[in-house]
Nanobody, 124 residues
Framework: QVQLVESGGGLVQAGGSLRLSCAAS????????MGWFRQAPGKEREFVAA????????YYADSVKGRFTISRDNAKNAVYLQTSSLKPEDTAVYYC?????????????????WGQGTQVTVSS
């Protein structure tokens, strides 16, 4: 069982940045592939980024590539999403998710645990 708690969201102007954090409970955090997803009002949840268990491999949606960076600290049971050059279309609730095992996944149903989400609002 893993419990995930996101933080770091807020209101930011276009072009700004935010660092989202996700704190995980449990002693087996390094056994999980971690991901970030987002859901904007009226839209389906979409993949943002994922990171391997060791942190050595990262994956991004084309829409955020070059602007967002996912990282993790297994000693702190935490995963981060550094966002920059934010655009109004990045406005959404951002969720972190955990998938047990080694296989990287990009679809929501492939992840086992989810946080409650943190709101990111980018004003133009």
């Amino acid at each position: 069982q893993v419990q995930l708690v996101e933080s770091g969201g807020g209101l930011v102007q276009a072009g700004g940045s935010l660092r989202l954090s996700c704190a995980a409970s449990g002693r087996t955090f390094s056994s999980y592939v971690m991901g970030w997803f987002r859901q904007a009002p009226g839209k389906e949840r979409e993949f943002v980024a994922a990171i391997s268990r060791s942190g050595g491999k990262t994956y991004y949606a084309d829409s955020v590539k070059g602007r967002f960076t996912i990282s993790r600290d297994n000693a702190k049971n935490a995963v981060y999403l550094q966002t920059s050059s934010l655009k109004p279309e990045d406005t959404a609730v951002y969720y972190c998710a955990a998938r047990f095992g080694t296989t990287i996944a990009f679809l929501g149903y492939e992840f086992d645990y989810w946080g409650q989400g943190t709101q990111v609002t980018v004003s133009s």
